[in-house]
């Protein structure tokens, strides 16, 4: 799955859009290298690092901006980051015991149908928080 950045995807936080931008196209990155079948090089051990810092930061700054806005979808947003963290790291410990390319294209799936899902159904929510102007 390519995903692709749509303007409707705003969460009004200019940061945090850009961050998700970032975010689409490692995921994009990912996809390249499975289409490519390089599931075991450098390049692909370099994009989960950076996919992995990415994340980190984003979710991080993304819950406490939901929370500073009083943003009504702030728990449910905390849990799916939760969910996702917990099987990027059971993909990354799993992987890292027996690279297959399989592995690596299952993961890319789940991630990015993860993405496009969370960003359209739970992320948005923030653009009118921030609009309304609750929790300044």
């Given at each position: 799955?390519?995903?692709?950045?749509?303007?409707?995807?705003?969460?009004?936080?200019?940061?945090?859009?850009?961050?998700?931008?970032?975010?689409?196209?490692?995921?994009?990155?990912?996809?390249?290298?499975?289409?490519?079948?390089?599931?075991?090089?450098?390049?692909?051990?370099?994009?989960?690092?950076?996919?992995?810092v990415?994340?980190?930061?984003?979710?991080?700054?993304e819950?406490?901006?939901?929370?500073?806005?009083?943003?009504?979808?702030?728990?449910?947003?905390?849990?799916?980051?939760?969910?996702?963290?917990?099987?990027?790291?059971?993909?990354?410990?799993?992987?890292?015991?027996?690279?297959s390319?399989?592995?690596?294209?299952?993961?890319?799936?789940?991630?990015?149908?993860?993405?496009?899902?969370?960003?359209?159904?739970?992320?948005?929510?923030?653009?009118?928080?921030?609009?309304?102007?609750?929790?300044?």
């Open positions: 799955m390519t995903l692709f950045w749509k303007p409707w995807y705003t969460t009004r936080d200019a940061v945090l859009d850009e961050q998700h931008r970032t975010i689409f196209e490692l995921m994009n990155d990912l996809g390249a290298l499975v289409e490519a079948g390089r599931y075991d090089c450098a390049e692909l051990e370099a994009l989960l690092k950076a996919l992995d990415q994340v980190d930061e984003h979710f991080v700054l819950e406490g901006c939901m929370a500073k806005h009083g943003c009504p979808m702030a728990q449910k947003n905390k849990e799916e980051h939760n969910q996702f963290l917990h099987h990027f790291e059971s993909f990354k410990k799993s992987y890292g015991k027996k690279k390319l399989e592995a690596l294209k299952s993961f890319h799936e789940y991630a990015s149908s993860w993405m496009h899902e969370h960003v359209c159904f739970v992320d948005i929510h923030l653009r009118s928080c921030i609009r309304s102007g609750r929790g300044d």
